[in-house]
Nanobody, 117 residues
Framework: EVQLVESGGGWVQPGGSLRLSCAAS????????MTWARQAPGKGPEWVST????????YYSDSVKGRFTISRDNAKRTVYLQMNSLKPEDTAVYSC??????????WGQGTQVTVSP
């Protein structure tokens, strides 16, 4: 079965950094694009970033561009999201998905990121 398990979330002060991980299993990880999305309290889901299957092409939403970096290690079947210069508005549950955002067929349960003083 397909499983996506996020980790690395937590509380951080504004300006701080966190590195999220998403461990994948149950499918040919290296054959699929991977996506990070988030959902803030009281808000709808928001696409954050996507990386292509080989890890050579990356895409970011305007809200995180220049601050976040997506990467992957296909040998470890893991996709990462390095988050720097965090802002309170980054507070959300962050989830990873198999595929492009609009077409993703599997999602992880998510990991909570809280940015506050």
């Amino acid at each position: 079965e397909v499983q996506l398990v996020e980790s690395g979330g937590g509380w951080v002060q504004p300006g701080g950094s966190l590195r999220l991980s998403c461990a994948a299993s149950g499918f040919t990880f290296g054959a699929y694009d991977m996506t990070w999305a988030r959902q803030a309290p009281g808000k709808g889901p928001e696409w954050v970033s996507t990386i292509n299957s080989g890890g050579y092409s990356t895409y970011y939403s305007d809200s995180v561009k220049g601050r976040f970096t997506i990467s992957r290690d296909n040998a470890k079947r893991t996709v990462y999201l390095q988050m720097n210069s965090l802002k309170p508005e980054d507070t959300a549950v962050y989830s990873c998905a198999k595929g492009l955002y609009a077409a993703a067929d599997y999602w992880g349960q998510g990991t909570q990121v809280t940015v506050s003083p």
